[in-house]
């Protein structure tokens, strides 16, 4: 019996993780929209590599038709995603002022340009095309690609950044203390047995619908409501997170401070946990719950199942 609990106070951590982690995403999501799109990154990714101290290319570059055309209808901005092919397609016109260019006058094309480090990457591939032009467009594009890796690891570590400042700003917003909600866990097989409950009817939920797709803002801004009203609602009451029970707020008051000091490393914890991302923790609470079920003796039904 001892066994069980441990593993139903491990899979009440995984899902209060879980639900904050979907939290976290769908807000970070939101900010990323509003702050750091995509298309923004890809913007910053060609400024670095087309321009030097001068805006040489990259501004023409986006000017292009067929770079246009991939923006959404009726939006500003840039779009999310350019190709290997367009990016030497429109970069070998704008260099020649032409469709149909031959390696000769791109070189030409390529010497007007300011003095600079984007001139000179540009006339080595030149120099290594020896006078093979699809040559020179396949060094475009594996410059591009290179310089996209690159830029996907910005964005990314970018994202991760701003979901551990989410994770802390959540778990002090609900007071999530990894530690205390464990504590609540091990001594209290009421509030084990709800957040069981709740996570078993959450998993059989999601995998026949699963979440919402759905990329816009409005959509997002539902999923946030939905949660909290919901899900992260419903969790709190049964592990008694809130500030309901905490000290009252007073910057003179020890004991508030003590509280606020015995908190932080939990809420730290907590917030790490939600930078792993919701994918992960749903996966392992399937696994969890699947030890849970083979662990029970035969012919006795979970509380779960006949909730």
Known sequence: MFGI???????GLIFVFLLLSLLATTLNEIIMQWLYSRGKNLHIALQTMLDDESDVLCEKFFEHPLIQKLKKQGTKGFPPYISNRYFSKVLTELLCQGEHATLDEIEAGIKGLP??????????????????????????EMWYQEVMNQATGWYKRRVQQVL????????????ADTFRI????????????????????????????????????????????QLIDEEV??????????????????????AWWKY?????????????????????????????????????????KEDAEAT
Do not use: C, H
Not at 164 to 175: K, P
């Open 115 to 140: 003095k600079g480090k984007t001139r000179e990457v540009l006339l080595t591939f030149i120099r290594d095309a020896k006078g093979n032009l699809e040559q020179f467009k396949s060094d475009l």
């Open 164 to 175: 551990f400042a989410l994770g802390l700003i959540l778990s002090i917003a609900f007071n």
């Open 260 to 300: 606020i000091g015995q908190s932080l490393m939990g809420w730290i914890v907590t917030a790490f946990a939600i930078t792993l991302g919701a994918p992960f923790w749903f996966d392992l609470l399937k696994r969890v719950m699947n030890i849970r079920a083979s662990s029970k003796k035969p012919g006795v």
């Open 5 to 11: 609990e441990i593993l139903e106070i491990v899979i």
């Open 233 to 254: 609602k419903m969790a709190s009451t049964a592990l008694g997170m809130g500030w309901q029970l905490a000290p009252r707020i007073n910057l003179k008051s020890g």
């Open 182 to 225: 464990a504590q609540k866990l091990s001594v209290d097989p009421e509030a084990r047995r709800e957040i069981i409950d709740q996570a078993y009817v959450y998993m059989q939920q999601e995998q026949l619908s699963g979440r919402d797709t759905s990329r816009t803002i409005d959509s997002l801004r539902q999923q946030v409501r």
